[in-house]
Nanobody
Framework: QVQLVESGGGLVQAGGSLRLSCAAS????????IGWYRQAPGKQRELVAG???????NYADSVKGRFTISRDNAKNTVYLQMNSLKPEDTAVYYC??????????????WGQGTQVTVSS
């Protein structure tokens, strides 16, 4: 059984920072994070930050220069550092990760979501 547990969301004033974490637990051989997504009320889920198996990253234009995605393979964890937060960053944030329980078995998982609210 594999679980992705997100943490780090909360309420912050505009200009503040938060760091989201997404930790995989269970019988894990390896993880390959795909990225962080967010969904605001009435809007579609969108990719905020992506990361490849080689470590290359890409960001939505709206967060470039403010957000940073990273991974810690030893901890089976992916992070999203969010700086200079704006009210329009308010959303539920989800991590999306491939998890291998064996070298030949890989399943893509979503985290449960964590609320980020930025007040003006």
């Amino acid at each position: 059984q594999v679980q992705l547990v997100e943490s780090g969301g909360g309420l912050v004033q505009a200009g503040g920072s938060l760091r989201l974490s997404c930790a995989a637990s269970g019988t894990i051989f390896s993880i390959n994070p795909i990225g962080w997504y967010r969904q605001a009320p009435g809007k579609q889920r969108e990719l905020v930050a992506g990361i490849t198996s080689g470590g290359s990253t890409n960001y939505a234009d709206s967060v470039k220069g403010r957000f940073t995605i990273s991974r810690d393979n030893a901890k089976n964890t992916v992070y999203l550092q969010m700086n200079s937060l704006k009210p329009e960053d308010t959303a539920v944030y989800y991590c999306n990760t491939d998890v291998s329980t064996r070298p030949t078995i890989t399943v893509r998982y979503w985290g449960q979501g964590t609320q980020v609210t930025v007040s003006s």
